[in-house]
């Protein structure tokens, strides 16, 4: 009995992998194993010997079984170890080096602008880009014969030959959006619309696509000085200045009356741009108190409602706050520009924890 225990334990010991330890164990202590053919011989033996043989040939197998489950452990422990050798990562290494991204100084100030409205209490809207000849102009009272349809250097998508319906259009503005958002939301209603816009105009303060944010507040008591008082918060607390002046001209939108257009007092020092300082006025928004017609065709009873509304150029007010001075840039996708005026990524942009950091 002594010869088979070491015969099989440094079997098992020797085992170097799962196959040859399944082998060892059918050897040893399967069906017609080694030991199991002795256990068979028990009954052949005087009840003495039987007494002597039986437990000693059960604790052989007991033994060589707790070998072959300490051998299998120690096995795969030995397969893991050796994966996890060949998985081994270092974690310092320094990473490789990838063009660094920034966030666009567009993004960048469209965060700020929502975070500063919303803080207000507006919610953000969004709508469609491509948008139908309703939404875009009659719904907001530019009806077709309208001097403002041409005055926007609309771009009108395609129809078929033979299609008599009015083209869509990519939209001219966000007011839009402004329909949208009170045919879904009915009123009171408090809600900034930022998203592209686009006109065929080219220049260094003009692109195709550009930015705009539009504003839309609705309830029974809305007056223009609700609209000034949130403008004038917006523009110091968006410039990160106390004193900001800002020029209300009166105007003419078909969609508000009365309108009016605000400019922002600005310096061009040698290229740079100042804001709050100086004698330039840049333009920044269109603005006014939402026509009745609007209302309406936004499903809003204008005899019990009234609202402001405003139109604010992103680009623009980007432009002013960073010093940017050449709006065609901000779409060339130039590395470098993007670099220079570009924002971290992982900054996010709060009121309380400073808008642009
Ligand atoms: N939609 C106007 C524009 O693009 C701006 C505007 C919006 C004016 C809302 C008044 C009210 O020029």
């Known amino acids: 009995m002594d010869d088979l225990r070491e015969k099989y334990l440094a079997l098992i010991s020797a085992a170097g992998d799962e196959a040859t330890l399944e082998d060892v164990r ?13 256990m068979r011989e028990l009954g052949k033996m ?7 043989a039986g437990p000693a040939l059960n604790a052989l197998k007991t033994e060589i079984n707790s070998a072959i489950s300490a051998q299998k452990s120690a096995l ?34 469209t965060e700020e602008v929502t975070a500063i409205f919303a803080d207000m209490g507006f919610a953000v809207a969004e709508g469609p880009q491509i948008e139908s000849d309703w939404y875009n102009f009659d719904a907001l009272n530019i009806p077709s014969h309208h001097p403002a349809r041409a005055e926007m250097d609309t771009f009108y998508m395609h129809r078929d030959a033979g299609d008599n319906r009015p083209p869509h259009v990519l939209r001219t503005h966000t007011s839009p959006v402004q329909i949208r958002s009170m045919q879904q939301r009915g009123a009171p209603i408090r809600v900034i619309c930022p998203g ?4 065929c105009d080219y220049d260094q303060t003009h692109t195709p696509m550009f930015h705009q944010v539009e504003g839309l ?15 004038e918060e917006f523009v110091r607390s968006y410039f990160e200045v106390d004193d900001v002046e800002l020029r209300f001209r009166a105007s003419h939108f078909p969609f508000t009356e009365p309108s009016a257009e605000v400019d922002i007092r600005c310096s061009w020092d040698k290229g740079q741009l100042k804001v709050g300082e100086g004698d330039d006025w840049l333009e920044i928004l269109g603005s006014g108190m939402v026509h009745p017609k609007v209302l309406n065709a936004g ?21 002013l706050k960073y010093g940017i001075p ?13 670099r220079h005026y570009g924002f971290a990524s992982l900054d996010q942009p709060t009121v309380h924890a400073g808008l642009s950091r």
């Open 26 to 38: 059918v050897r040893a202590v399967g069906k017609k194993g080694e030991i199991s053919l002795k």
């Open 46 to 52: 005087t009840p003495d010997e039987r007494q002597v």
């Open 76 to 109: 795969a422990d030995a397969a893991l170890e050796e994966r996890l050798k060949s998985e081994w990562l270092d974690v310092t290494l320094p990473s490789r080096p990838r063009p660094a991204g920034t966030i666009h100084p567009i993004s960048q100030v």
């Open 196 to 199: 592209r816009v686009y006109r």
């Open 217 to 231: 507040a609705i309830d029974t008591d809305i007056s223009m000085a609700n609209l000034k008082w949130c403008l």
């Open 299 to 319: 499903g809003i009873d204008p005899e019990k409602y009234q609202g402001f509304a405003f139109g604010l150029g992103i680009d623009r007010i980007a432009m």
């Open 326 to 338: 050449d709006l065609r840039a901000f779409f060339d996708s130039d590395l470098r520009w993007l």
